[in-house]
């Protein structure tokens, strides 16, 4: 699977949208941008996916560049109950064999 | 839908003893997931199971940790025995189908090994 890199931390003011980055330069043609989220030691919550185009759900918006290298996760109005762990993932199924490697994730810091 | 459940939520024992982690994945799921979470190696994939069989078990550290899944509703780790460097936030994940979204996460067990 593609490796990920997102900033460590981020902070955002609370009711304003939370853009968060990932970069994913050596992404194939057949791997998924995954995002999930981890609210203080809870197990991790699914957000969103998607393969190139651009993805919508009741939680989030997710934005991938044309080339797919890049992609970033909007909270279109951030709360308090946001602050989280996000985790950008790359993954691929083949063959009945699928493997999710989480990084080290972005802290999102809602602030009131 | 009671999501994902995982038993115990917290356990401690001593170094040299038997741990068994239970999970019981989403009813209808067919891909189970055993996770372990520490601040020094963040969230790592131990074990997936896929319709009860196991398929890849290269992340489970060395041959003290062993995963059952006796059938579709219910899942093991075990720790034998268990060493302090094994405490850790232990997660139990489902999934609908092979390659599909979503994992479901359990609560998870917190396991600590004096």
């Known amino acids: 699977d593609a490796k990920t890199t997102q900033p460590p931390s981020m902070d955002c003011a609370e009711g304003r949208a939370a853009n968060l980055p990932c970069n994913h330069s050596t992404i194939s043609g057949n791997e998924y941008v995954y995002w999930y989220r981890q609210i203080h030691s809870q197990g991790p919550q699914y957000i969103i996916h998607g393969l190139k185009n651009n993805e919508t759900n009741e939680m989030a918006s997710l934005i991938i560049t044309e080339d797919r290298k890049s992609s970033t996760l909007i909270l279109p109005h951030a709360t308090l109950r946001d602050t989280a762990v996000y985790y950008c993932?790359?993954?691929?199924?083949?063959?009945?064999?699928?493997?999710?490697?989480f990084g080290t994730g972005t802290k999102l810091q809602v602030i009131p | 839908d009671a999501g994902v459940i995982q038993s115990p939520r917290h356990e401690v024992t001593e170094m040299g003893q038997e741990v068994t982690l239970r999970c019981k994945p989403i009813s209808g799921h067919n891909s189970l997931f055993w996770y372990r979470q520490t601040m020094m190696r963040g969230l790592e994939l131990l074990i997936y199971f896929n319709n009860n069989v196991p398929i890849d078990d290269s992340g489970m550290p060395e041959d003290r940790f062993s995963a059952k899944m006796p059938n579709a509703s219910f899942s093991t780790l075990k720790i034998q025995p268990s060493e302090p460097r094994d405490s850790a936030v232990y997660f139990c994940a489902s999934s609908p189908l092979p390659g599909t979204d979503t994992q479901y996460f359990g609560p998870g067990t917190r396991l600590t090994v004096l």
């Open positions: 993932i790359v993954r691929s199924y083949s063959g009945g064999y699928q493997k999710v490697t």
